[in-house]
């Protein structure tokens, strides 16, 4: 069964899509809380909650597809694969960046010189820059990998350790001296600071992927979802109630937690593919997200609400977590809706599909 599915990449996409517009769903109604209403991300359990795997899985899911079984590592295909990276995640990201400061800023050349430049999240367009620093490194080890003799599961192995131990050291303060998160240096300049955050649930996603047979099996097993939901509970208790762990073991709740939400979130929709295919109304509704998540993310940060009294009778009703997630889901479509709109008016344009889309 298995086998038959990874051989199957168009049944199985089908289902990642979906997956992917559903994480995008997430990302900008996180923003249109955070942004949009203004709400205090301490006192709202709906951005407390959902911030804790949204991004993780948008990582998890990239490092996926990421790997190509078939693939033949060439120095010409290493530089085919970088080049073309390149065109898709920085040029539509400096571009809509540019549009951002001119619409939303009143001093453009100020707030790129004194806020988005030394900040690792550049006004919200991080992502993309982050991602395409992944896809360097990874394609980087893979050609390098290529060159083995023997095909193992040390190497990939060893990257994802070495990306947890950077994760690691960003909350170990009493260890490393980490300067503010504004303070202009240069992992702050080139948001290193936030690959370094994220990378490994890239490689994670990475080797699930390779080794899909066997994961498939112990995703099967009678005890594998009971024990993560297990888990995922008894770590958000400790991240929202009990808070038993101090100084810098306070992250490994939060890191377990992020791990078991991601597989939990994965493992639905693996489940339920079938119903998640484009025979099925959510499943084109997903899908069509999925596959303009760059269009969206790119976008939607021009058509975010300002609506601050929301967030203030959000954050003095705390604890209300259908309320929040609703608000911010439903503007999050609507938003979504115009993204789309905006994206297809743009795309009739052969240069602004092939530079701000990465679409020829």
Same mark, same amino acid.
């Given at each position: 069964?298995a086998e038959?599915?990874?051989?199957?990449?168009?049944?199985?996409?089908?289902?990642?899509?979906?997956?992917?517009?559903?994480?995008?769903i997430?990302?900008?109604?996180y923003?249109?809380?955070l942004?949009?209403?203004g709400?205090?991300v301490?006192?709202s359990?709906?951005?407390s909650?959902?911030?804790?795997?949204r991004m993780p899985l948008?990582f998890?899911?990239?490092?996926?597809l990421?790997?190509?079984?078939?693939?033949?590592w060439?120095?010409?295909?290493?530089?085919?694969?970088?080049?073309?990276?390149f065109?898709?995640?920085l040029?539509?990201?400096?571009?809509?960046l540019?549009?951002a400061?001119?619409?939303?800023?009143?001093?453009?050349?100020?707030?790129?010189?004194?806020?988005?430049?030394?900040?690792?999240?550049?006004?919200g367009?991080?992502?993309t820059?982050?991602?395409l620093?992944?896809?360097?490194i990874?394609?980087?080890f893979?050609y390098i990998?290529?060159?083995f003799p023997?095909?193992?599961?040390?190497p990939?192995?060893?990257?994802?350790?070495?990306?947890?131990?950077?994760?690691a050291?960003?909350?170990m303060?009493?260890?490393?001296?980490?300067?503010?998160p504004?303070?202009?240096v240069w992992?702050?300049?080139?948001c290193f600071?936030?690959?370094?955050?994220?990378?490994?649930?890239?490689i994670f996603g990475?080797?699930?992927?390779? @080794?899909? =047979?066997?994961?498939? +099996?112990?995703?099967?097993?009678?005890? *594998?979802?009971?024990? /993560?939901v297990f888990?995922? !509970?008894?770590?958000?208790?400790?991240?929202?109630r009990?808070?038993?762990?101090?100084?810098q073991w306070?992250?490994l709740?939060?890191?377990?937690?992020?791990?078991?939400?991601?597989?939990i979130?994965?493992?639905?929709?693996?489940h @339920?593919? =079938?119903?998640?295919? +484009?025979?099925?109304?959510?499943g084109? *509704?997903?899908?069509? /997200?999925?596959?303009?998540? !760059?269009d969206?993310?790119l976008?939607?940060?021009?058509?975010?609400?300002?609506?601050k009294?929301?967030?203030e009778?959000l954050?003095?009703?705390?604890?209300?977590?259908?309320?929040?997630?609703?608000?911010?889901v439903?503007?999050?479509i609507?938003?979504?809706?115009?993204?789309?709109?905006?994206?297809?008016?743009?795309?009739?344009?052969?240069?602004f599909?092939k530079?701000?889309?990465?679409?020829?």
């Amino acid at each position: 069964m298995a086998e038959t599915e990874i051989q199957q990449p168009k049944q199985r996409l089908q289902w990642l899509d979906a997956l992917r517009g559903f994480t995008m769903i997430l990302v900008v109604a996180y923003h249109v809380g955070l942004q949009g209403f203004g709400e205090d991300v301490k006192a709202s359990s709906s951005l407390s909650f959902f911030i804790l795997f949204r991004m993780p899985l948008f990582f998890f899911i990239s490092g996926f597809l990421a790997y190509k079984a078939q693939m033949v590592w060439t120095k010409n295909r290493l530089g085919m694969s970088i080049w073309k990276k390149f065109k898709i995640q920085l040029i539509p990201t400096l571009v809509f960046l540019f549009v951002a400061l001119m619409m939303k800023y009143p001093h453009p050349w100020e707030s790129l010189t004194n806020y988005i430049l030394i900040s690792p999240t550049k006004g919200g367009y991080w992502f993309t820059l982050v991602l395409l620093y992944m896809f360097i490194i990874y394609y980087v080890f893979a050609y390098i990998e290529s060159k083995f003799p023997m095909k193992s599961w040390v190497p990939i192995t060893i990257l994802w350790f070495i990306a947890l131990v950077c994760y690691a050291i960003l909350y170990m303060p009493s260890w490393f001296d980490w300067p503010k998160p504004n303070e202009p240096v240069w992992w702050n300049y080139t948001c290193f600071i936030q690959v370094m955050q994220y990378f490994h649930y890239f490689i994670f996603g990475n080797i699930v992927h390779r @080794y899909w =047979d066997k994961w498939q +099996k112990v995703f099967d097993s009678k005890w *594998f979802f009971p024990l /993560i939901v297990f888990m995922a !509970l008894i770590c958000c208790c400790d991240i929202f109630r009990w808070h038993l762990l101090r100084l810098q073991w306070t992250n490994l709740p939060r890191t377990i937690t992020i791990y078991t939400l991601m597989m939990i979130v994965f493992l639905f929709f693996r489940h @339920y593919q =079938d119903v998640f295919t +484009k025979e099925h109304r959510r499943g084109r *509704f997903l899908q069509y /997200i999925g596959v303009r998540t !760059l269009d969206i993310y790119l976008i939607h940060f021009l058509f975010l609400p300002n609506l601050k009294d929301v967030g203030e009778f959000l954050n003095q009703t705390k604890q209300n977590f259908v309320l929040d997630t609703t608000l911010s889901v439903i503007f999050g479509i609507v938003i979504i809706g115009f993204c789309c709109l905006v994206s297809n008016v743009l795309r009739v344009s052969p240069i602004f599909k092939k530079y701000l889309f990465g679409r020829k």
